[in-house]
């Protein structure tokens, strides 16, 4: 699977939009980009997937470049549940390949 | 609806003896998947369940590490000989079908002493 990008560590203000970068300029014609969380002491927990066009659902949204060499999750009101490690993974097959993904912190 | 259950939620062994972790996925869900995390990093693939049969088991570390599915639900993972290097937390998760998303359970903390 092709390799991905996150920065380690974001912080935001609860109740402000949050942006979480994910670069895998070495992305494949057929890899789709999938997000996950994993909020503390659980398991990890779908959160929205995409191939090249944006796609929206209940919790988050899902930007992809035109290139698709980059996308961002959007969360677009922060709370404090939302405190927990992404991760952007790219696959074609069903089997996951995490990373060490991006640890969201929400303050008050 | 009920969602992945694994048990136990610990356990505690001493290095060498055998171990078996039980995962429960969601009910019609045909693929199973396991993976492993240790601290501080992402999970880990071990292996996928297709039905009965392993897909894909090209992530099991070695043959001490064993998967079975007998009947199409029920999964179990099995650990000979354990080392200390084992710790971990075992993780199930299953999908209506394969490339479908993932609904993880809990996992397992293993701990080897």
């Known amino acids: 699977d092709a390799k991905t990008t996150q920065p380690n560590s974001m912080e935001s203000n609860e109740e402000e939009p949050v942006h979480l970068p994910c670069n895998h300029s070495t992305i494949s014609g057929t890899d789709y980009i999938h997000w996950y969380r994993q909020l503390p002491s659980q398991g990890p927990e779908y959160v929205i997937h995409g191939l090249t066009s944006n796609v929206n659902n209940r919790m988050a949204s899902l930007a992809i470049a035109e290139d698709r060499k980059s996308s961002t999750l959007i969360l677009h009101r922060a709370t404090l549940r939302d405190a927990a490690v992404y991760y952007c993974?790219?696959?074609?097959?069903?089997?996951?390949?995490f990373g060490t993904g991006t640890r969201l912190q929400v303050t008050l | 609806g009920a969602g992945v259950s694994q048990t136990p939620s610990n356990k505690v062994t001493e290095k060498g003896k055998y171990v078996e972790l039980r995962c429960d996925p969601i009910s019609g869900h045909t693929a199973l998947y396991w993976y492993r995390q240790s601290l501080g990093q992402g999970p880990e693939f071990l292996i996928y369940f297709q039905g009965t049969g392993a897909a894909d088991d090209s992530g099991l570390p070695n043959d001490r590490f064993f998967a079975v599915r007998p009947e199409g639900s029920v999964s179990t993972l099995k650990i000979q000989r354990t080392e200390r290097g084992d710790s971990a937390v075992y993780l199930c998760a299953s999908s209506y079908q394969p490339y479908y998303e993932q609904y993880f359970g809990p996992g397992t903390r293993l701990t080897v002493t």
């Open positions: 993974i790219l696959t074609t097959a069903s089997k996951l390949t």
